[in-house]
């Protein structure tokens, strides 16, 4: 078990109020080890820790959460947080809403190959909001990183006596305070065969979950038209604004340029380079209000109308909407503090619930907009932490596959190969998520085709279902280019903007030249003959 079999562990629980007791059972596997928790007590868990003792030695972990930061691989005496809320007390690297859920497995490199450590819940007891892996003190501080070691861990890095690993560390998942649960509550998995790559060890884990029915097989229908190129045009009204107002650059600003003039004009721009797309997103604040499907008729004023001419292009036309957020909505459809401010939708509140569907059945339904799906956004921004006042028993991660599952189930009872976008990369999301985005890129200079690769490596081990390439923001327009050519290769191709980049590294506005058309053109006609979408 290359030193795997000496690891100890144990499980504790701390509570805000009343009892909670828990029993661990260790299992062996073909691979490895299971730790299983089980108990009862009242709802009143705020972490359930494992603490591990005497690990094998591992020198990197790989992160399965990217981050605004592109780190990918830390030192084992690094805090790493997997799951929502976008600004988490231990998030790290920037903010990690691009994953979320991310999977929940953290594979850790020993000499040339990969292990891995896991948690999973049976399904249905998800309701947790995601888990820390936290180092535990060592004997000294090494004072000077490892070589390429990122700046997020220089200067706190300590070490056992390899300089590679600490001599103990737990996993805390966050329960935050709601959950009652009883039975079969958690398990922690221990992967100690050797795998070749991280991927491997996503892979391993998202197989692991789905054979023990805590993550869904789903018999998955794709729609040819799924794969069609996407525009949405949020890049071109951030280009809009910051021209407008470059010293007053806000979200507002942003979404006063969604309108559908402004769609048929940078639509038109794409067209006359005979640059395909298949599907248009609206955007942000199409609605006159975010709580509901409504759409804002001084934006759009015949929202039908706009969709029957797309439809008769040969184009399908999907919903931005943003989970979570709100305008102006009644106090009871919302998540609130214990002084009753609202902080974010409650997919479990009836009111809020009910106007969902009836909005989903009246936008995608041929007979009321005739919309064609969704891309689902911001769903980290959960309120992550304890003390609110809500409705219904969910929390956390099961709650968002709740508010998702709503959405989906509805939209496929309205359409029936309407499509679902999200950026849920977690094995649990397998059955209520048709297209994974591959979600929005960093303020740095990465190397963005690297980070795609790891992105889709980490989005393709968890399950089959179809990638969006998105290229929503850019450091410059070379940026654009280089990642041009790669997105046929890594999924849908998908573009943000019609007439140009403004560089969110550099701060300066260049225009797409005739030849940047031409390839884009001669790229996407490629993509979709391959697909057979001509």
């Known amino acids: ?40 007590g009242e709802r009143a868990v705020t972490d359930l820790t494992f603490r591990c003792t005497t690990p094998p030695s591992f020198s990197e972990v790989f992160v399965t959460a990217p981050n605004m930061g592109g780190v990918e691989l830390v030192h084992p005496l690094q805090t790493i947080y997997l799951g929502l809320g976008e600004e ?6 920037g903010k990690q809403w691009i994953f979320s859920p991310p999977p929940l497995v953290l594979p850790v490199r020993v000499g040339e190959v990969w292990y891995g450590m896991a948690i999973s819940a049976p399904s249905g007891k998800n309701s947790y909001s995601g888990c820390t892996y936290r180092p535990r003190a060592c004997d000294r501080v090494v004072r000077t990183a490892p070589p390429g070691a990122p700046e997020a861990y220089r200067d706190s890095v300590c070490c056992g006596a390899d300089d590679s690993v600490p001599t103990e ?34 892979r391993w884990y998202a197989e692991r979950l789905r054979e023990s029915d805590a993550a869904p097989t789903p018999d998955r229908r794709v729609a040819r038209w799924w794969h069609e190129p996407m525009f949405c045009q949020w890049g071109e009204q951030c280009n809009q604004a910051h021209a407008k107002r470059p010293a007053q650059w806000m979200e507002e600003s942003v979404t006063m340029y969604e309108t559908d003039a402004n769609q048929r004009r940078w639509l038109h721009v794409l067209e006359s380079q005979s640059v395909p797309v298949g599907v248009v997103t609206l955007s942000d604040k199409w609605q006159l209000h975010r709580e509901r499907l409504v759409p804002d008729t001084m934006k759009y004023p015949d929202l039908r109308g706009f969709v029957d001419e797309q439809h008769g292009k040969g184009r399908k036309v999907i919903a931005w909407l943003g989970l979570w957020r709100f305008d102006d909505p009644p106090a009871d459809w919302c998540i609130r503090s214990a002084d009753g401010e609202r902080l974010a939708l409650d997919p479990q509140s009836p ?31 959960l309120p992550c932490r304890g003390g609110l006042v809500k409705s219904g028993d969910l929390w956390g991660i099961e709650l968002l596959h709740h508010y998702v599952a ?44 690297e980070q795609a690769y790891y992105r889709h490596g980490v989005a393709t081990s968890v399950s089959d279902w179809l990638i969006n390439t998105d290229n929503w923001f850019m450091y410059d327009i070379e940026e654009w280019r280089r990642y041009l050519p790669v997105q046929p290769r890594l999924g849908i191709p998908a573009s943000w903007f019609a007439g140009g980049i403004r560089g969110d590294g550099t701060g300066r ?26």
């Open 406 to 449: 709503l959405i989906h189930r509805a939209a496929k009872e309205a359409k029936s190969d309407a499509m679902i976008m999200t950026h849920c990369c977690h094995p649990y999301f397998a059955d209520v998520t048709d297209v994974l985005r591959l979600n929005d890129w960093a303020f740095k200079r990465p190397d963005i085709v």
């Open 88 to 93: 988490h007390r231990d998030a790290m690297f």
């Open 169 to 202: 560390f737990e996993i805390e998942v966050h329960y935050d305070g709601y959950t009652e649960v009883s039975g079969q509550v958690l398990t922690f998995h221990v992967l100690a065969e050797a795998c070749d790559t991280p991927y491997d060890v996503v």
């Open 351 to 381: 009111g809020y619930a009910a106007a969902l569907e009836d909005g989903v059945g009246e936008l995608i339904g041929p007979d009321g907009y005739d919309v064609d799906g969704f891309f689902l956004d911001f769903t980290a921004d």
């Open 509 to 534: 506005y260049e225009p797409f030249t005739d030849e940047d058309y031409l390839e884009w053109s001669r790229i996407w006609s490629a993509y979709r003959a391959a697909h057979d979408l001509e």
């Open 1 to 40: 078990m290359n030193g795997w079999d000496t690891l100890a562990v144990e499980a504790t629980v701390a509570n805000s109020r009343g009892t909670f007791d828990v029993e661990l059972e260790r299992r062996r596997t073909s691979d490895g080890w299971e730790f299983v928790v089980h108990g009862d």
